[in-house]
């Protein structure tokens, strides 16, 4: 079985960044992808960003690029979203995803097994 803690949420003003953390434990077998999706009230899940664990590739959403990074810690199965420049259509729970298998889609819910329990990030206009 494999847990993942996100942390780092909050409340935040436009424009302002804020830094996401997710750790992953437990049985974390394979080359895993792991990745930040978000969900707002009322709509579905979407993908952010993801990072590949053997080679580094990452992969952005277009509402993403240019204003978030998604980075790894090699020393540990973590990962960190750095937001910057804040909008108030970024407000949703946040949530980190994780997969053993290296390829394949990378923005589809239904390809990751593991999720955590999500951080609200709120930015007020």
């Known amino acids: 079985q494999v847990h993942l803690l996100e942390s780092g949420g909050g409340l935040v003003q436009t424009g302002d960044s804020l830094r996401l953390s997710c750790a992953a434990s437990?049985?974390?077998?394979?080359?895993?992808?792991m990745a930040w999706f978000r969900q707002a009230p009322g709509k579905g899940r979407e993908f952010v960003a993801g990072i590949r664990w053997s080679d580094g590739n990452r992969n952005y959403a277009d509402s993403a690029k240019g204003r978030f990074t998604i980075s790894k810690d090699s020393a540990k199965i973590s990962i960190d979203l750095q937001m910057t420049s804040l909008k108030p259509e970024d407000t949703a729970t946040y949530y980190c995803a994780l997969r053993s298998t290296p390829f394949g889609n990378w923005v589809e819910v239904r390809m990751y097994p593991y999720w955590g329990q999500g951080t609200q990030v709120t930015v007020s206009s």
């Open positions: 437990g049985r974390t077998v394979g080359s895993p992808v």
